[in-house]
């Protein structure tokens, strides 16, 4: 059974900064690319920002130049900082990783639980 684990979410005021970690654990024969979506109440789920398992990186407009995503391959873990937060950052963020088990032929995608990530003073 192949998990991802989210933690690192929490409250931050305006300007802040937060980080985000995902791990993925049990039976992995490979990773491919990862990411975090995050949704707020009453808005569709939505990309923040995703890396391949080369290193290659896409991120919203919106957090452009505040977010910065990084993945550790060997440890199967994908960050997320956040800087100069913003209340409209309030969200729930969402790991998100395709990922191919030994018993398997194809990647599954495969999504953490959620972590509360709340930017208010």
């Known amino acids: 059974q192949v998990q991802l684990v989210e933690s690192g979410g929490g409250l931050v005021q305006p300007g802040g900064s937060l980080g985000l970690s995902c791990s993925a654990s049990?039976?992995?024969?490979?990773?491919?690319?990862m990411g975090w979506y995050r949704q707020a109440p009453g808005k569709e789920r939505e990309l923040v920002a995703s890396?391949?398992?080369?290193?290659?990186?896409n991120y919203a407009d919106s957090v452009k130049g505040r977010f910065a995503i990084s993945r550790d391959n060997a440890k199967n873990t994908v960050l997320l900082q956040m800087n100069s937060l913003k209340p409209e950052d309030t969200a729930v963020y969402y790991c998100?990783?395709?990922?191919?088990?030994?018993?398997?032929?194809?990647?599954?995608?495969?999504w953490g639980q959620g972590t509360q990530v709340t930017v208010s003073s």
């Open positions: 998100n990783a395709q990922i191919k088990g030994y018993s398997s032929y194809v990647y599954r995608n495969t």
């Open positions: 049990g039976s992995i024969f490979s990773i491919n690319a």
């Open positions: 890396i391949t398992s080369g290193g290659n990186t």
